[in-house]
């Protein structure tokens, strides 16, 4: 019995975590390749959840590092869970031939083949096998750092954003990386690190793509250049990947203490408007269709409270119900600008709806019931004149 409730107790916790698949392509172009594809934790629970990919090339070592920030992030949901696809590239033996170029600085060879493998045949077998979302992320070291900047000399690029952790470039590509920059509609990110402690080569081209990039007015792409003191080509990377994956996602994490007090409650009005579109730029920009964190409503009500615009507790009771309809949210929120402009009838009549709705949080029907009760006997002192009944309203 113990043995059995063993089992199952491992199976189910096996579930709840990443899972790591081998697979391996036959690839007409370039032979037999295999690769690690990393799902998130939440994907078997979750079956209708697509997720942004993340290739990582140089995968048997590169793999790992960004699997781990990705891990402590979304346990934090301060990242997304995503999928990763680590390229087997056994370092000396295949890496260099991924990556070759001619002498005019463009993919040639089995470069030009691996390069087309990724688009042509990867990504197809990835879409068709996984969940995903069409938001592509590409990261490399060195040599293939350097090849990643050939997905853009693409006039449509199959990846939105690109790691490029000290990179050794090809002929021109300081310069042409820039130009395509310029050229490229389709919104962008763009990170790259270099290590203080690195060869004067990789670093001196680094810096005039950083400062060809800098140069660029009205730039409609995101790019971010780090050069870290002391770091050498390989210490360099463990500093990296954070820094590149959180400045990707930045505006994913819920609000927090110095963006509630240095962004939301300096504002004149609009907090509930910040939140909807905190969310509605997360879809634009990644595709995620999430529902906007209990926390952050938690947030923009502070900001309300603090700033006495009780006006906007109404549209933050719209947005609730939108996104947790039959729960007692979008109600709380009815009631309490009720409270607050000294209409106590309307707000215990709708601290009473919560009797048929499902709790969220502490926002239980006790907790409702409580409040409304709180109320009774107290006159009416309206401070602001009342929206519009709806003709719900009116029949009751």
């Known amino acids: 019995m113990k043995l059995r409730f ?3 107790s491992l199976f189910a916790l096996s579930i709840t975590f990443a899972q790591r698949i081998p697979e391996s392509i036959e690839s007409k172009k370039i032979g037999t390749r295999t690769f690690t594809v990393i799902t998130p934790p939440s994907y078997e629970s979750n079956p209708g959840k697509r997720y942004p990919t993340l290739v990582v090339l140089d995968g048997e070592y590169l793999l790992d590092p960004f699997d781990g920030i990705l891990k402590y992030g979304s346990y934090w949901d301060d990242l997304p869970e995503m999928i990763l696809i680590g390229i087997n590239q056994n370092y000396s033996e295949t890496r260099f031939a991924d990556s070759e170029f001619d002498e005019a600085g463009f993919p040639a060879g089995s470069g030009a083949d691996f390069f087309e493998f990724i688009g042509q045949e990867l990504y197809p077998y990835i879409d068709k096998k996984y969940r995903t979302l069409p938001f592509r992320m590409i990261a490399g070291h060195d040599t293939t750092a350097g090849f990643l900047n050939f997905y853009l000399y693409k006039d449509n690029p199959i990846f939105n954003a690109y ?8 002929p021109e590509m300081e310069k042409r990386i820039a130009e395509r920059l310029t050229k490229i509609t389709k919104p962008l990110f763009y990170y790259q690190a270099t290590g203080e402690g690195d060869l004067k080569e990789i670093n001196e081209k680094a810096a005039e793509l950083d400062a060809n990039i800098k140069a660029i007015p009205n730039a409609t ?32 994490q819920p609000i927090s203490m110095v963006e509630f007090e240095d962004k939301i409650l300096k504002l004149d009005a609009g907090y509930t408007d910040y939140l909807i579109a905190k969310y509605d730029e997360l879809e634009k920009r990644f595709g995620f269709k999430m529902k906007p964190r209990l926390s952050d409503f938690k947030a923009i009500e502070a900001a309300i409270l603090k700033n006495k615009a009780y006006n906007e507790l109404m549209p933050l009771s719209d947005y609730a119900n939108k996104h947790y309809p039959k729960t007692t949210l979008g109600t709380y929120h009815e009631a309490l600008y009720y409270e607050k402009t000294g209409n106590y009838k309307k707000a215990i009549k709708s601290y009473q709806k919560a009797f048929t709705q499902e709790s969220i949080r502490e926002i239980t029907k006790d907790f409702m019931m409580n409040r409304a009760e709180a109320l009774k006997g107290k006159p009416d002192e309206p401070t602001e004149d009342l929206p519009v009944e709806t003709p719900t309203e009116k029949q009751e």
């Open 6 to 8: 063993l089992i199952i």
């Open 163 to 170: 790691i490029s952790l000290a990179p050794e470039m090809a």
């Open 221 to 252: 792409f995101k790019y971010q250049n780090d050069t870290f003191k002391g770091a050498s080509h390989y210490t360099l990377v463990a500093k990296a990947v954070p820094n590149a994956i959180y400045f990707i996602f930045d505006g994913y």
